[in-house]
């Protein structure tokens, strides 16, 4: 990619008072920006194509809501937003990684959430495959955990 394209970009981001965490390049060759607004936990991330065009934010950026559980050091996962010809492309993976590593960085204990309501069950096993991969426990009633084993590994020695 173009590096002025990538600048512009990166620029734009912080135009809208964010921060950028991480810039990788997805399976097919595209640039990844993950961002995220200033003193916010969400992870957004714009895909900059080979082709130059980018997504834009508040229109097709790809989202991860996420909150702070208020007197914890613990997140809730809200909702991952991927939509149409980015599903299953590796986009989602992308920013759990980020997630979790900022997870472990800012020594988070646990990450909670739920899985979405789905009828379809390829989906659903979608989204079991997906937490599962990424260390989620998936436990009754669509609940996830992720539970930081670094700090869990230090409390027990």
Request: with cysteine; net charge positive; proline share 1%.
């Amino acid at each position: 990619m173009d590096e002025t394209r990538l600048y512009a970009e990166l620029a734009r981001i912080e135009e809208d008072h964010c921060r950028v965490l991480h810039v990788t390049q997805s399976r097919h060759g595209d640039t990844v920006i993950l961002y995220s607004p200033v003193d916010s936990c969400d992870i957004n991330a714009r895909i900059v194509y080979a082709s130059g065009v980018a997504t834009k934010r508040y229109v097709n950026d790809l989202n991860m809501f996420v909150a702070r559980v208020p007197g914890k050091q613990a997140w809730k996962l809200q909702y991952i937003r991927i939509l149409g010809d980015k599903i299953g492309q590796g986009y989602g993976s992308i920013m759990m990684e980020e997630l979790l590593r900022r997870a472990e960085r800012e020594r988070i204990i646990y990450i909670e959430g739920r899985m979405h309501l789905t009828d379809h069950k390829e989906h659903l096993e979608r989204l079991r495959y997906f937490y599962s991969k990424f260390g989620f426990a998936l436990l009754e009633d669509r609940r996830i955990l992720w539970t930081n084993e670094q700090i869990q590994r230090q409390a027990t020695k």
